[in-house]
């Protein structure tokens, strides 16, 4: 009953989401020239050949499966791969470091019409779905189309668990969707089983084979020079609330280090202004990236506003909080900062990456703390012992590097599926069929 009622409703509410999207691109978080891509108009060609479809819905998957379309853009040259994703910041990202062959669109609104305009548009053969984004609408007209649509590095949170519950069979007809499920964690497996998945593997988690962020040489050489011998440590991808407590950390630093150079790199940059506001309020002085304000010997918090750049962040500074975790939202990805050797300090919220931050933990890589008066202490300690944070760097560092083999793990899963866009029609149908049982 949900879903049918969804998708009439879907129908209805064209001229709303036309609005909304309208106020989105308003306020900068639609692309004004692209924004046609959302409505289900595409804004290249279509390539001739078979066309693989990866959907990551924003920055963190997206991401996380770069090594994968790298590598598939190797092995299956005669393949083009399409990547969509939702985001302004995603695809920005995607811009500098997807392969030239590779396209990117933005995935339309789950509205009936301009998804068929989409998939008439792609035909794409095959579908990579990343993560847990099921938009109703999408998935079944994929299915309806009998194109293999296969969940990758699927993870359940236990909200999204909980909620599926209370509509057991919605979401065991949306993952009827799925021709296999690989999940990252045996737990995220046990939760996919449990509300529906028929067909679930456990290859891994794909962040532990992404590799290092990328950085711009110049830039980092830059901010050496202004920064020159002052201690430094920064707040990586924090959210609301989090910033004030790492300004009052900053305080308490200073009291022994007063040299010390606090670096902000919010979640979403479109609230550095916001943030910046805040810290000024408290007394100290503020530069920003976005607006090439240089670091000063008298500028305390540098709040770096920019996308794509967290990579030059954290081969500048040998301490790093992981936002998100201070705050009841789940936490973002530490193993970024493990694999460029940082000491990793987080709070207690850290279900996004439970698998991840249990291990690291485990192997005494973090440093976990739960309010602003301990993470000043962290800090602290953490510059002043040069043992104690080369001892915490290499323990997260060997975490992030020991499980190179997902990649293959994840591959040798696709290959029946992959394969099988290179066989005549008849042979093709026959490898999907096998694939789903």
């Not at 939702?86 to 590779?102: D, F, H, K, N, W």
């Not at 296999?180 to 962040?207: F, H, I, M, W, Y």
């Not at 439970?354 to 993470?375: D, H, K, P, R, V």
Request: some cysteine; overall charge neutral.
């Amino acid at each position: 009953m949900i879903l049918p009622l969804y998708r009439r409703l879907s129908y209805a509410a064209a001229p709303i989401l036309r609005r909304f999207l309208e106020r989105r691109k308003q306020r900068g978080k639609e692309d004004p020239i692209r924004i046609g891509e959302r409505f289900g108009n595409p804004s290249k060609k279509r390539p001739d050949g078979s066309v693989i479809w990866f959907h990551a819905a924003s920055v963190g998957e997206a991401i996380s499966i770069l090594s994968l379309i790298i590598r598939l853009d190797h092995d299956y040259p005669t393949h083009a791969i399409l990547v969509t994703t939702g985001t302004v910041t995603s695809a920005e990202i995607m811009a500098e470091r997807l392969p030239q062959s590779v396209i990117h669109q933005f995935i339309p609104v789950d509205q009936p019409k301009w998804i068929q305009q989409f998939l008439d548009h792609w035909k794409p053969d095959i579908a990579l779905w990343v993560e847990s984004e099921f938009w109703p609408n999408l998935l079944l007209a994929i299915q309806k189309r009998d194109i293999p649509l296969v969940l990758i590095n699927a993870r359940v949170s236990p909200d999204s668990f909980r909620g599926w519950q209370r509509v057991p069979r919605t979401i065991a007809r949306l993952l009827s969707c799925f021709s296999l499920c690989l999940a990252q964690s045996t737990q995220d497996a046990e939760k996919l089983t449990k509300l529906g998945a028929k067909k679930v593997r456990t290859p891994g988690n794909l962040k532990f084979a992404a590799d290092p962020l990328p950085v711009d040489d110049k830039a980092l050489s830059a901010l050496w020079n202004d920064i020159s011998t002052r201690p430094v440590w920064i707040a990586a991808c924090t959210h609301a609330g989090e910033e004030t407590a790492v300004a009052n950390a900053h305080w308490t630093i200073a009291e022994n280090q007063p040299d010390i150079l606090t670096i902000i790199i919010p979640r979403h940059p479109a609230r550095a202004t916001e943030i910046a506001m805040e810290i000024l309020a408290l007394g100290y002085t503020v530069a920003m990236r976005s607006k090439e304000e240089p670091v000063r010997p008298e500028t305390a918090i540098y709040i770096a506003d920019t996308v794509g750049e967290l990579g030059l962040f954290y081969r500048l500074a040998p301490i790093a909080f992981i936002g998100g975790t201070l705050v009841p939202h789940g936490g973002q990805n530490m193993l970024e900062a493990a694999k460029l050797e940082c000491a990793i300090i987080h709070g207690p919220s850290t279900t996004n990456f439970t698998e991840i931050a249990s291990e690291i933990s485990a192997a005494n890589g973090s440093t976990i703390i739960q309010n602003e008066t301990e993470l000043a202490d962290a800090v602290s300690g953490l510059l002043s012992d040069d043992a104690r944070r080369s001892g915490q760097i290499s323990a997260a560092h060997t975490v992030a590097q020991g499980k190179t083999d997902i990649l293959d793990a994840v591959i040798a899963q696709l290959e029946p599926y992959l394969v099988a866009l290179d066989e005549p029609a008849s042979a093709n149908a026959k490898v999907r069929q096998n694939a789903r049982a």
